[in-house]
């Protein structure tokens, strides 16, 4: 199901969005350190902006690389 609209994040405007996102892995393990690492060498591998808090990440870019980088946390 796609919840945003593709024409808009494909759109030649160039503007930019910012988004903060709260990823919880439940692998049935006590420690999620190591799933949380894996997400935060994600974020920083994309070039985007962004701000690690204590509740999550809030990342700046255009529609289309923040909803792509979200997809693949």
């Known amino acids: 199901m796609q919840w945003y ?4 994040i494909e759109s030649n405007r160039g503007f930019a969005m910012i988004a903060e996102f709260s990823i919880v892995p439940f ?3 006590e420690s ?5 690492a894996h997400i935060q060498r994600m974020v920083r591998k994309s070039g985007l902006p962004f701000r690690l808090t204590p509740m999550g990440t809030i990342i700046e870019g255009t529609p289309r690389a923040v909803f792509d980088l979200i997809y693949a946390c």
């Not at 609209?5 to 808009?8: D, K, P, S």
């Not at 999620?32 to 949380?36: A, F």
């Open 5 to 8: 609209n593709e024409r808009e």
């Open 27 to 29: 692998a049935g393990e």
């Open 32 to 36: 999620l350190s190591v799933h949380v």
